[in-house]
Structures are given as C-alpha cells and as structure tokens.
C-alpha cells in the first residue's frame, strides 16, 4: 500500500484477514506502526519503553509461519501495545513509579502470555499514572500522556497510554485495565472502546487480593469487533485468579446474527441519583439520548437506588491499595507519589466494622442493579462527568461548583458500576460542547459481556450514520503543530527500548 497511513488505520479484524491472506506480511505491518510510533507519539507520550527489535524478530517468524501454511493464533501477527501495570518479560515495567525504575521483568503475566500464545507482537508499552492511581496518566518516570484532539489535555487514565496509542492508530490493539473507571474513561476521551470485563472473564494474576471483583483487566480498540477479538484471545480460567471461570468464544462476530437496535430496549441515567454531572455534559448526553429514542423500542430514565455508593468504593478501593503498596510504603513511604500514599493512609486508618459495612453494601447494591433488567437489555449513561481537562491538573477538584472530597470522586461515574460487577463499555458517539471525544457507557446483565458487544456493535453501526454520534478522529496535522512538553515532571527519563532483561537492566536509571 502507498499509504503507510492507510495501512495502521484499518481495524484489528481487517489486519488480520490481510495477514491470513498474506495481501501484507507482519514485517510490513510492523514496520507501519513503529514508523507511526515514532512520528505521533512525541506529541502525545502514549507509548514508553519499547521492544522494536524484539517485534521484528517476532513478525519475521510469524511470516514464516504463515507462509509453511502453520495453524496460527487469532492475533498473529498483530502489534499490540501493553498497559505499564502489566508485567512483561525482557521489556521494562515501571508502574509509573521511581521504584520500580529499573525493573524488567523474567516472566509475562497471565494477560501478556495469553495475548502473545494468540499471536500478538508486543511492540512496547502504555503510559500509566503513577502505580495506576488516578484517571490522568502522569508519572514521575515518563511524564504525562497528552489528548490525541489536544495534547494540552489529558487522556484520561489509568489507561490513557493505550486509549491515545489507539486513537493515533500507532497500533491495532492496546491492553487496558479497570477498576474505577481506568479503562473506560480514557477510552471515552479518546474516542475508542474499551470494555470493563466481568470478573473473573479474563483472568488477573497481579492482584494481591484475588477475591476482589472491583480491578479487572480488558480490552480496548477502535471498534467493538477489534475489543471482542482481542477479548476472545484472553477469556477462560486460569489457576491464577480465584474469580476465573470457563469460557470460550469465536474470534469473530462474523456469523452472529446482528442486534437488532429496534427491538433493544434501553434505560438511562444522567448521573445514577448520587454522581455530580457537569451541566453541559448532561445537555450532551440527552441529545445522544434524542438520536436514540427514536431508534430503539424502549428509551427511559431508570429509577436506581445507589445510596452508599461512594463511602463503599472508597473502603473495597483502599482495601485493594494497603494490599498493593504496604512493603513499598513501609520500606520508603516517601517514595511513593501523592496519590498512591493518600490511597494507603486511607485504607490503614480503616477498621474490621468499615469493612464489613462496605461489603455488604456492595452486595445489596449489586442486588438491587441486577432488577433493572428484567426490563432492559442495556443500561446507558455518559462515560465521564466533563470534558477533558489540563493534564497539569492533577484531578478534577469541582463540578458545577460543588467540591469533591476526594482527587477520585470526579469517576464516580464508573466506579459505581464497578461496584454492581456488570460488564460496561464504554462507545465513542460523537463529541461534546468543547468538540472533544464523547463517551456512551453501555452497561449489560451479570456476565453479559458478549450480549453487551453485540448490542454495541449494532450502536456502533447506528452511530456511523449520524454527525451527532459518528466516532471522531484526531487530527494528525494540527496535532504536529503543538509544542506541548509533556515529559516536563520528569527527573530521570529511563531508556526506550528493551530487547532483553539483561541490556534493560543495564540501561534503565
């Protein structure tokens, strides 16, 4: 192809068949998206340490595969990008955090094994806020992850990197991951799809509580049928994590029959009676709801019951953080950033009663969301409570002029669903007041997930048609012409490229 651009820009699901097809080989592919890479990602920080030349060993074995006719995985050949909370062997893992610097793993962890076992060439890694903490992918290491429509704004996090790396199409797929939002938020800022799993669909080997079901791994791409393909490579149970369970999927949606959108029948929420929403925002999401009444056979405000909603996450939150953080904080507590040391002292200040209460708020919670479908298929409301606003920001302090107690109340929006454990995704439709990115949650029955894909997919195609919802593309050109420095929090940048654990170790500051 004489556009390199035409090339990174088709879906994952295309690429593939391109690939199986041999009308392009991995090499070339490969080489499109480094080139890519290398082009938009000073200007946006999406993507860290990096594995060029371990991706081209990797493409040039999967052309020889394809070419002796091998059967091969359904991501063969396929760049991906991996979440930096995600350990890989031989490529650098820093969290985001000085800590962990210097650390390259020796192994992958279940998600990272499962995607390269499919066939998936990992060409580096995402940008993450420090430890994952927070929803603005800044950290002390690689410094911040601008917006691919305006890189003076943040990308939303904890999976910003992937959602920006996407959006630029430097990569087919990206990893991302979810427990308050930190997969859907950037998704929705971005302008792609990313899906919240159920627990336990996809499983998670770096929980230290593996009981939880509120942090989730998941898929993330530029349409739906790109977030099940990668999905379909990940499911299934694993002895890793307590939560998994069976399960098996086609690679494709080709076959199923398509969701008819007018027989869908839809409930919606502003705000699920506890979120503080920005006025314009909810102005945005009902004119989103308007396009869509007239398309589906049930389109009305939900009557929900989310009281204790936020004291509950806070207390399952902070339960998550002690367990993750408590060698590094009682080793060096001034190592740690702002964010994951306020997460620890809330939770070591907590008591057996707190716990409990929060538990078994959890549970009626998840009892009384699980009613509304009996009458609904899918549940929708807006993805994030604002437009995107200055990565330099820290978080988000007031909506609407109400304060925020905390630097995470502002995702309330997804956190509360976090809570119920359904499935959510969140779906590019359109853009908001400012002309940035809008995202629809979309949230499905108990361990729906592939009926809230399909349900999805048939939006998707509906919004295709429309201005008001079609899924925005950032502009490349003008995104060349910011001078933003989005690397100015960082002391001691580590190297880029990590081919093996040896040089990485050797390397890395």
Known sequence: MNDRHELTRRSAVALRALLKAREISAVELLDTCIARIEALNPYVN??????????????????????????????????????????????????????????????????????????????????????????????????????????????????GGSAAALALDMVPLASGSDTGGSLRIPAAKCGVVGLRTSPGLVPSDRKPLGWTPIAVVGPMGRTVEDAWLQLAATVGQSGNDPLGYPFAMSPTMDGRAPTDVSKLRIGYTEDFGVCEVDDEIRAVFHRKIDFLRREVDICEPIEVDFDGAHRCFDVLRAEAFVAGLQKAYETDPDSLGPNPRANYKMGIGLGLADCVRAHGDQTRLFRRFQTLFDRYDVILSPTTPVSPFPWAQPYLKSVNGVALENYYRWLSLTYVVTLTTNPA?????????????????????????????????????????SDETRRPIPDAAKLRASDVDLKSIVTHPPMLDALSASNASASAV
């Not at 991501?75 to 990008?81: F, T």
């Not at 929803?135 to 990308?155: C, I, Y």
């Not at 990115?437 to 949230?443: A, K, R, V």
């Open 425 to 465: 995704l969140s779906l590019p439709c359109g853009v908001d007041h400012r002309g940035m990115p809008f995202g629809l949650q979309m949230i499905g029955p108990f361990r729906g997930d592939l009926a809230l894909l399909e349900a999805a997919r048939a939006f998707e195609t509906l919004f295709a048609s």
């Open 46 to 159: 999406a993507i860290t340490a990096t594995s060029f030349e371990r991706a081209r060993i990797e493409a040039r074995a999967a052309d020889a595969a394809l070419a002796r006719g091998d059967a091969v995985g359904p991501l063969h050949g396929l760049p991906i990008g991996i979440k930096d909370l995600e350990e890989t062997e031989g490529i650098l893992t820093t969290y985001g955090s000085p800590l962990y610097r210097a650390n390259v793993p020796t192994h992958d962890n279940t998600l990272v094994r499962r995607l390269r076992a499919a066939g998936a060439i990992v060409v580096g890694k995402t940008n993450v806020p420090e430890m994952g903490a927070g929803a603005n992918s800044f950290n002390p290491v690689w410094g911040a992850t601008g917006n691919p429509f305006d890189p003076r704004l943040n990308a939303g996090g904890s999976s």
